[in-house]
């Protein structure tokens, strides 16, 4: 009889997320145990307890998630966990903060699949303004789009310290440029919109981003899509079940994020059954995400 699979959910705010509990449990984990209020410095004594309580061979049935609402926060937390590990003990370990690696993930090959089909092009050289960008889900998808070759704008509504400090952490530990840009005002991100061929909108749920006449003064515009599914939606006139629907006299399409979270579910679902189908320990962040979604959406 195979071993049970152990989940360890770990996050630094007060409360594990119900969604990622939801998911783990129906993906197929036997167990799931959260640890809360959780510092980066306690994560290597969680990881050891966890390897050294199970035989070697059995490390695959043994998984750690990282939580919380942090990207940054998420990566250095799996990065302690996997200098702790000894082998040849060993456990599993995925990072999804806020659900933000596999919803930015979804996002991108969603908007890469309607390129493809619907403008004969792919994100290598796309202009692409993302505004929410100091939130996890925005920082992400930057990240993601700049990886494959996009020419990503990180778009900050308060001003351009904190989208200038995510780019310069963007250089630093991706190896990648990104461009900060002050969206504070409406004439700010009338220029931003003027060089755009797509925009992602990554604001905080029931906030409008973007009004449909900016969204129609942009003419260069091929693409908008939307994260946010609660009322009002983040960008005005695109609709939540929007994919690859036309949105402006111009022909830019929108995608919203009824179609992006179905790619999403599939995705989270999708690696939460890798790490317990496979036979030995694997390591999932936004580039494992970003692969599955691309797979899941072609």
Known sequence: MAEKYILHMVTPLKHMSPFDVNMAVDAGCDVVITHTDASLGEVSGLVQDA???????????????FGGKNAVLALDMMAAAKKALVPPFGLSLFADPAGSFTTAAALVACVEKTLRQKKTRDLRGLKVAVF????????????????????????GYDGIRRVSDAAKDVKARFDVDVTPADGSDDAKKASILADADA???????????????????????????????????????????????????SSALGIGPLAIGGVKYK???????????ATKPVHFDFRDAFALARELNA
């Open 199 to 249: 925009v992602f909108s990554a604001g905080r749920a029931g906030v409008r981003v973007l009004s449909k006449a900016q969204i129609e003064a942009a003419r260069n515009l091929l693409l908008a899509a939307d994260v946010n599914a609660v009322p009002p939606s983040g960008i005005e006139g695109l609709e939540a079940n929007a994919n690859g629907t036309p949105l402006t006299a």
């Open 267 to 277: 995705t989270e679902f999708g690696l939460f059954q890798k790490m317990i189908s």
């Open 132 to 155: 929410g960008a100091t939130g996890v889900v925005g920082f992400s998808a930057g990240v993601i789009a700049a990886l494959e070759g996009a020419k990503v704008v990180l778009v």
């Open 51 to 65: 390897i050294f309580s199970r035989p070697p061979k059995t490390g695959a049935r043994t998984g750690m998630f």
